[in-house]
């Protein structure tokens, strides 16, 4: 093990001592720790962090941090997102950052079990594509716009903590601050659960189902990663890690009654207003908060 930390060591130096090395790497976070898989290594080049689209010469870009943990971009798969709506979608530069799962998709080849440390490295990982993709846009004196959906929004309160208010403009869409403990609890244990339709009743998932026969054992490996992954990102308190933070720039919209994660409790939006920060309420579902951001845009409610 104290070799494998001393190799990386010395990648991180002789990276640093050549610049111009094409494949330089960034290992990040890397402790003295039992790995069984192979944990995502960030290229040094940012732009291999993320699927660029647009006229690079635009002075805006939008950032788009994707729902998920994903194990491929709806961007990659289908060219298309739901901020595509956005009335100057097309006149902006948009980047469409990686997760960490989408760039190292042997994450799921863990090979004995995939834990909480595994999944709070990965998370890190993630949290650092954003961070350095929204640097490499504003040290370009660009304006610079993050959109995060789901797993995405739930990265930007992370972002916020770990490298400041860095961009011009936050649309947070269906995330949370305080995720339910309880939910947390289930998904490092490897279950997923939902709520009512009231926003505020988590269906505890069964956990004593027998495994589907007709799946197999690489499916249990995707869905262990991910649920572990959305346990480490939401064991944050997020009300109280960005209470010294202005949040002015941020909009925060949420579903009463979405069945993924929940509707904001009372102390959240508490939080939100102490801030200053414009919210927004939905009864779409999961979906409903993005389209109800679009629809603001387009009347001029919201400005970006």
């Known amino acids: 093990m104290k070799n494998y930390v001393i190799t990386l060591a010395l990648i991180t130096l002789l990276g640093s001592c050549n610049s111009q090395e094409k494949n330089e790497v960034i290992p990040l976070a890397v402790k003295e720790t039992n790995f069984n898989y192979e944990p995502t290594v960030l290229a ?12 690079i010469n635009s002075d805006t870009v939008l950032i788009i941090a994707e729902g998920g943990p994903h194990n491929q971009l709806y961007f990659d798969f289908s060219g298309r997102t739901v901020w595509s709506a956005l009335p100057d979608f097309f006149s902006y530069y948009r980047a469409h950052i990686h997760q960490a799962n989408t760039l190292n998709p042997t994450i799921y080849h863990w090979k004995n079990e995939f834990t909480e440390e595994m999944a709070e490295l990965e998370v890190n990982n993630e949290v ?16 610079v716009i993050v959109a995060g959906t789901s797993w995405g929004a739930m990265m930007i309160p992370y972002h916020l903590t770990t490298s400041g208010n860095q961009a011009d403009k936050y649309l947070i869409s269906a995330g949370r601050l305080d995720p339910a403990p309880l939910q947390v609890k289930y998904h490092l244990k490897g279950y997923n659960s939902k709520y009512l339709e009231d926003g505020k009743t988590l269906i505890f998932p069964d956990t004593t189902r027998v495994r589907n026969p007709n799946r197999g054992e690489y499916y249990h490996k995707i869905s262990r990663v991910k649920q572990f992954m959305k346990g480490a990102l939401g064991k944050h308190k997020f009300t109280e890690e960005l209470a010294d933070m202005d949040l002015s720039n941020v909009i925060f919209a949420y579903a009463t009654n979405d069945p993924q ?3 904001l409790t009372e102390n959240e939006i508490k939080f939100l207003k102490s801030k200053g920060v414009p919210i927004y309420t939905s ?22």
Do not use: C, S
């Open 44 to 55: 040094q080049d940012t732009t291999k962090l993320f699927i660029g689209e647009g006229d």
């Open 128 to 143: 650092e594509i954003l961070n350095r993709t929204i640097k490499y846009f504003k040290d370009r004196n660009k304006k």
């Open 261 to 263: 994660i929940g509707a």
């Open 283 to 304: 009864d779409g579902g999961h979906a409903g908060p993005d389209r109800r951001i679009i629809e603001l845009v387009k009347d001029g409610t919201i400005k970006l």
